[in-house]
């Protein structure tokens, strides 16, 4: 069935360096990948998105890679800083309004 | 511009009561939706409109309703309690791209 998983629950870095929050996903129709960030206590709130027909995508300081061929999506934090600890989603679009969401990734800052 | 709101924050019931979550929304957005987000989990899609007067279930609908009879309100109703509903829930609208949500700050919802 469809599915949106992640490699790692927990991740770890030193504030400064960069971040790397990986996804697969199972769905080969999935054509639209978003990546959410979830603070404590609030909603998810959309980062950056990119569509299939991509294979990278920047944002400020985030970037996103479409691996469609082993069905993975990455993304990356550069020079992260404590404000970055968070849980971070992907997520991925069905067609129409269907979106399924992965389990997350809980990022850790140290400073 | 309050964006999407959602009252209570917190909530406790007891098996059986009946409660209605509210989600309100100053974005103009015809689609809205209700997640639920248990711990370790994704969001789990509960119910969602396209618009006034049109709801459709999502993934995990049982014991849940939902109306939408102004493009502002989209409130979730539990019809009858279950500790199995506790959980946080995230009310969502969707700008123009069907990925493109905001969420509201969520209600956390406890059924003893």
């Known amino acids: 069935g469809e599915s949106v998983g992640l490699h790692l629950p927990t991740l770890s870095v030193q504030e400064g360096d960069n971040s790397i929050i990986n996804c697969a996903y199972s769905n080969s129709a999935s054509d639209y990948f978003i990546w959410y960030k979830q603070e404590s206590g609030k909603g998810p709130q959309f980062i950056i998105d990119?569509?299939?027909?991509?294979d990278k995508r920047q944002g400020q300081r985030v970037t996103v890679l479409l691996n469609k061929t082993v069905k993975h999506l990455s993304l990356q934090i550069a020079a992260t800083q404590p404000g970055d600890s968070a849980v971070y989603f992907c997520?991925?679009?069905?067609?129409?309004?269907?979106?399924?969401f992965g389990a997350g990734t809980r990022l850790f800052v140290k400073a | 511009n309050a964006g999407v709101t959602q009252t209570p924050k917190f909530q406790v019931l007891k098996t059986g009561q009946s409660m209605t979550l509210q989600c309100a929304q100053d974005m103009n957005h015809e689609y809205m939706s209700w997640y639920r987000q248990d711990p370790g989990m994704g969001l789990r899609l509960i119910h969602y409109s396209v618009g006034a007067g049109i709801t459709d279930q999502g993934e995990v609908p049982n014991g849940y309703n939902v109306s939408r009879s102004t493009t502002e309100d989209f409130p979730l109703r539990l019809l009858s309690a279950a500790p199995s509903q506790t959980s946080v829930y995230f009310c969502a609208t969707t700008g123009d791209l069907p990925g493109e949500q905001y969420f509201g700050p969520g209600t956390r919802l406890t059924v003893t």
């Open positions: 990119i569509r299939s027909n991509m």
């Open positions: 997520a991925e679009n069905t067609g129409g309004f269907k979106t399924i």
